[in-house]
């Protein structure tokens, strides 16, 4: 029993993070990559990308009966992305805490979305709703699009798998140590 328990804690998983289009827009990758780096995680892929539609309703196809679905696959689509796979033990959980809940205006302080973020953008899917505004390209630049949080997490290591393979091409992904590896790890 206790063999096991050992092995599970030190599972090493590895998680696909993305800074969505507002995090980019916004100026906040590099404070974003930051908080994964500081925490010591191991950074294995990385790349600024611009997603297709039929990319963006892939890695969301859990989502697809959500209502907000189609404005999901608009805000992800709606500029580049920053695409990042980070490997260590407990990594997944660790990064939703890192990220912290889906509205950011429920996120503790000190969490990537509770710091970083106010409205996931409801005030315009009532306007929308109105028919006061437009959901078109031109209101992406003032920032009208629903869904927004700053950044993705997966939520599981079996999605991370999934998410990582989804968005990297054989080649993309290194091979390497820490130099601060025996500094962070037993
Ligand atoms: P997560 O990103 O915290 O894992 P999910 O439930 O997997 O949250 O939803 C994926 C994404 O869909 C969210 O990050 C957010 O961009 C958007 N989303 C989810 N629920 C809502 C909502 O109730 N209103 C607006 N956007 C939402
Ligand atoms: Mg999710």
């Known amino acids: ?14 998680t696909y993070i993305m800074i969505k289009p507002d995090g980019v827009q916004r100026g906040l990758v590099g404070e974003i990559i930051s908080r994964f780096e500081k925490k010591g995680f191991l950074l294995k892929g990385l790349k600024l990308f611009e997603c297709t539609k039929e990319l963006a309703e892939e890695h969301y196809k859990d989502l697809r009966e959500k209502p907000f679905f189609p404005k999901l696959i608009d805000y992800i689509t709606s500029g580049p992305v920053v695409c990042m796979a980070w490997e260590g033990v407990g990594v997944v959980a660790s990064a939703r ?10 996120a503790e302080p000190g969490t990537i979305r509770g710091d970083l973020a106010i409205q996931t953008g409801s005030f315009s899917e009532v306007v929308f709703a109105f028919g006061l505004l437009k959901p078109c390209k031109e209101s992406h630049s003032h920032g009208k699009l629903s869904c927004r ?14 998410e990582i393979e989804l968005w990297f091409k054989e080649g993309e992904l290194c091979q390497w140590t820490q130099v601060q590896a025996p500094w962070l790890k037993e």
């Open 1 to 14: 029993f206790l063999p096991h328990l050992v092995a599970s804690m030190e599972q090493v998983d590895q």
């Open 97 to 106: 805490k890192l990220i912290g809940a889906t509205n950011p205006l429920q």
């Open 149 to 162: 949080n700053v950044v993705h997490g997966s939520d599981s290591p079996e999605n991370g798998l999934r």
